[in-house]
């Protein structure tokens, strides 16, 4: 029989390796399931992990993070457990299981079930299949459901004919499947799932988790052909009902953000958010008011919103002639990272883009050598007038006028001897 596991690199063979060499040790069967086996089979790379077995997840969990160096979490309602390891991995444990949806859109109730109930219960045919991973049936592959040929003749195909009605979000993961994987929708499947949009399939699923998904999509390294498909067959409705689309524009940003993404500069930013932002931002003001009531946002993510929504000013102040770094740093020191990467994948003058990047690269991170004790000595009492000095030598600095510690003190005792004051020097 063949062996599914024989040509992954030894890393990931060896982690595989080690969870199917305990779980034979604790008498449990276990699986590597869903996107991993996908990944595998094409030779992508994946750092997620799912493992199905039919024991206790705990037990084998426990076990792989003490021998592995890993860290624990169990979550024992669910009976399921997550392990990370230091060398990157993202374990998820779970027990095979099976699942009902009692109305359209509503999350799933679970009990216990077999491997096939497992793999049935999955999203695609090449998201369903298993490969055991203990040492006896090291590398067989289980395909109940055909994912195996789905894959090599690039079809993204749902198990059954109530899948898009049960579950709604596949139907945003059909098109991120198919668009990132350069796959095509089989025919049957696009006429469920064009018919469960007709349906308005996606408004039975609450909206957090509508925009998850969608969020997912803008993640993918390269979202911006991703769009039109969503547009054409009218996934991004339930966003708003009057949101319209500039393709050409949408284009353009996703190019500029493709050239900054690549930067150091921005690579702990959350694209997705960008993304979504440059979706909404040149819709008339009640449909961005809109999408920003109807959703869940955490705090950042409004705020990143609400900033970049006034792009043309900001960039407009950007824009002045003669500005200082400090003038730059007070405009865009409140932004959240976000709105300020949103600011120069939309900035046209060079100058501009000169300047964000200058404060990003520079004048963002300028700290003062001198403390507020060192204001209390020379007579500046604590309180706003102490933050007001210390904030008037930080501008000072950005623009180069001081250097040294003893440039900051000079620069502290000029300012007070132009207000003629010692304690309040402004």
Excluded at 56 to 79: I, M, N, Y
Excluded at 198 to 204: F, I, N, S
Excluded at 313 to 329: E, H, M, N
Aim: glycine share 8%; proline share 3%.
């Amino acid at each position: 029989m063949r062996n599914y596991l024989s040509k992954i690199d030894k890393k990931t063979s060896d982690l595989i390796r080690m969870i199917g060499q305990e779980a034979d040790r604790k008498g449990i069967s276990a699986y590597v399931v869903g996107g991993i086996v996908r990944d595998i089979l094409i030779k992508e790379k994946n750092f997620d992990l799912d493992i199905v077995v039919d024991g206790d997840t705990a037990l084998l969990a426990e076990a792989l993070a003490k021998q592995g160096k890993g860290r624990v979490t169990l979550h024992k309602s669910f009976g399921t457990a997550s392990v990370k390891m230091p060398e990157g991995w993202h374990i998820d444990f779970a027990a095979a299981r099976k699942e009902q949806y009692v109305r359209p859109g509503a999350l799933p109730t679970v009990q216990a079930g077999s491997l096939e109930d497992d793999l049935f219960r999955r999203d695609f045919t090449i998201n369903a299949m298993a490969i055991a991973i203990n040492p006896r049936l090291w590398g067989q592959l289980i395909d109940r459901f055909g994912g195996l040929k789905d894959l090599w003749a690039k079809k993204i195909r749902i198990l059954h004919d109530q899948s898009f009605i049960d579950d709604p979000t596949r139907i945003l993961r059909a098109v991120r499947f198919e668009q990132r994987l350069g796959f095509s929708i089989e025919r049957k499947t696009l006429v469920l799932m064009k018919a469960a949009i007709g349906q308005e399939a996606l408004r039975t699923i609450n909206p957090s988790r509508y925009f998850s998904e969608l969020k997912k999509i803008f993640s993918e390294a390269d979202p911006g052909r991703y769009l039109k498909r969503l547009s054409d067959l009218g996934i991004l409705k339930p966003l708003h009902s009057q949101l319209s689309i500039d393709l050409n524009d949408w284009n353009r940003f996703c190019r500029n953000i493709r050239a900054l993404r690549c930067q150091a500069l921005y690579r702990n930013m959350d694209f997705g958010l960008v993304y979504f932002i440059g979706l909404i931002a040149k819709s008339p003001m009640a449909v961005r008011e809109g999408i920003l009531e109807r959703f869940h946002w955490t705090k950042t993510e409004r705020e990143s919103i609400r900033q970049s929504l006034g792009v043309r000013d900001i960039l407009g102040q950007l824009s002045a002639r003669g500005l200082t770094p400090s003038q730059v740093y007070k405009i865009l020191r409140p932004m959240t990272g976000e709105t300020v990467l949103y600011l120069r994948a939309r900035a046209l003058r060079p100058e501009i883009c000169r300047r964000i990047d200058r404060f990003l690269v520079k004048d963002k991170g300028v700290k003062l050598y001198i403390t507020g004790e060192d204001l209390k000595r020379v007579g500046i009492v604590a309180g706003i007038n102490m933050g007001k000095a210390l904030q008037e030598i930080l501008y000072l600095k950005i623009d180069q006028r001081v250097c040294t510690k003893k440039d900051e003190l000079n620069a502290v005792l000029s300012l007070q001897k132009q207000t003629g004051d010692r304690k309040a020097p402004y």
